[in-house]
């Protein structure tokens, strides 16, 4: 199991950036939702590979803080 990227979306919406989407290795994992109600990034999970770029560039290069990496949840069928 490894981790995968998770928005922190209260923090996101204050930048408006859309930076970390620009750096994401795999296509259409991380997008930007931007609607007039609401303005942040996104994580497909699902098809994140948790490389942790999009982390390093929002809490190293721009120093904002709105991407963590997180243990996915595990969902059984029983």
Do not use: W
Not at 6 to 19: A, F, P, S
Not at 40 to 48: E, G, I, M, T
Not at 49 to 69: D, P, T
């Amino acid at each position: 199991m490894y981790y995968v990227a998770e928005v922190i979306n209260d923090e996101c919406t204050k930048y408006k950036c859309n930076q970390c989407t620009l750096f994401c290795p795999e296509p259409n994992t991380l997008m930007y939702i931007n609607n007039p109600d609401e303005r942040h990034a996104f994580v497909y999970a699902n098809r994140c590979k948790g490389c942790a770029l999009c982390v390093y560039v929002c809490s190293n290069l721009l120093k904002r803080n709105a991407i963590r990496m997180v243990m996915p949840e595990i969902h059984s069928s029983t």
